[in-house]
């Protein structure tokens, strides 16, 4: 099992919402920065969106305006809220943290397992 572990995924049609959530599946001393990656069949996965402890917020031309990242500090858990989803927006959404497990550890990145988002038309 994948360290990071996502949910909320699933076939929605177009126009619609899906939230995503992701957190860590054991302890952690702290995480800087979650993000969320997509990668769709033959391409590179992309950066969809990203936020730091601080609550500093990146996203993908894409999604913006549409994508909101957010983020519970202290449950360790990143989550995705996506709306007026369009076909392309079909992927697979990956989570992404560079985590501190132990307080004097070196950071480390850490990616989930995968969660399938289809947005049908």
């Known amino acids: 099992q994948a360290f990071l572990v996502e949910s909320g995924g699933g076939l929605v049609q177009a126009g619609g919402s899906l939230r995503l959530a992701c957190a860590p599946s054991?302890?952690?001393?702290?995480?800087?920065?979650m993000a969320w990656y997509r990668q769709a069949p033959g391409n590179q996965r992309e950066l969809v969106a990203e936020i730091t402890s601080g609550g500093s917020t990146n996203y993908g031309d894409s999604v913006q305006g549409r994508f909101t990242i957010s983020r519970d500090n202290a449950k360790s858990t990143v989550y995705l809220q996506m709306n007026s989803l369009k076909p392309e927006d079909t992927a697979v959404y990956y989570c992404y943290a560079d985590v501190k497990v132990r307080q004097y550890s070196v950071p480390h990145d850490y990616w989930g397992q995968g969660t399938q988002v289809t947005v049908s038309s």
């Open positions: 054991g302890r952690v001393f702290s995480i800087e920065t």
